[in-house]
């Protein structure tokens, strides 16, 4: 476990075309009791205006919202390394990863830092794979089985002991996330994930699996194409040839009435 840090808790929140679930994911964030919370929007040129959406939330959020805007969109990967990187270079030592379409309980997030507080965790995942966590019920059995079988593929090929390595819902001790070394990473889509993984394993950090239930988006349409699904098909098998990772884990944590997810 890597030594803790006294500071702010960021969450990175990577937008595009999300101008109707936006306002209702920062208000829940904003109204969590958790102390020094701040936002940190990473818009990549939305052309439905999310971006400047967020500027008017940021302005009258009491300096709790900042807003970056990226010229280029080339990836989910790449907004949350130029979110997290931007995060550790304004002094969060505790950083969030949280999709912005209302699928990961905000609610979580308490129980997310004090798992990080209270024990060795130095990453906790909020998890649909472990005992007391699940999938959307909206979601038809192809998509529950294909999200389940690409997780099972990933552990089959690297032994990552992560039941639900392609979550997007992270908290990071600070320490941890400067010694994945983010600029470094390769993933441009939804695999970055994966790499994240890998990286925390072969670094010996410990990553807990907290578990969650996970929602189907609210509104706006999915960011998932074959380009995406295919660069994560192909980097466990170029993660693989760098060698086996140490794995490092610690027991998931069992499901408290507290994890809904937001419908």
């Known amino acids: 476990m890597i030594a803790a840090e006294h500071g702010h808790t960021r969450v990175v929140v990577p937008t595009y075309n999300e101008r109707a679930n936006l306002p209702i994911v920062l ?67 505790t950083v969030i990863q949280l999709d912005a379409d209302l699928s990961h309980p905000v609610e979580t997030v308490p129980l997310m830092l004090a798992a990080l507080n209270d024990g060795p965790a130095d990453v906790v995942v909020g998890s649909r794979y472990v005992a007391g966590g699940s999938t959307a019920r909206e979601w038809p059995w192809h998509r529950r089985a294909l999200s389940r079988a690409a997780n099972s593929y990933v552990d089959h090929m690297l032994h990552l002991g992560v039941r639900d390595v392609t979550s997007g819902f992270k908290a990071w001790r600070a320490e941890a996330l400067r010694a994945v070394d983010l600029p470094s990473c390769d993933a441009q889509g939804y695999a970055f994930q994966i790499e994240l993984a890998f990286r925390c394993r072969r670094l010996g950090l410990v990553v807990e699996e907290l578990p969650i239930r996970f929602a189907d988006r609210s509104h706006g349409r999915s960011k998932m194409t074959f380009a995406v699904q295919r660069e994560a098909a192909v980097l466990p098998w170029r993660l693989r040839r760098r060698g086996v990772p140490v794995v490092t884990a610690v027991p998931a944590r069992p499901a408290v009435e507290a994890l809904t997810g937001s419908r």
Do not use: C, F, I, W
């Open 27 to 93: 208000e829940r964030l904003l109204a969590l009791p958790v102390p020094d919370l701040r936002v940190l929007v990473v818009d990549d040129g939305s052309p439905d205006g999310t971006g400047e959406l967020a500027d008017d939330l940021a302005r009258s959020s009491g300096h709790r919202v900042q807003v970056l805007h990226r010229a280029v969109k080339n990836g989910l990967g790449r907004a949350y390394v130029a979110g997290m990187s931007n995060a550790l270079a304004h002094g969060a030592t």
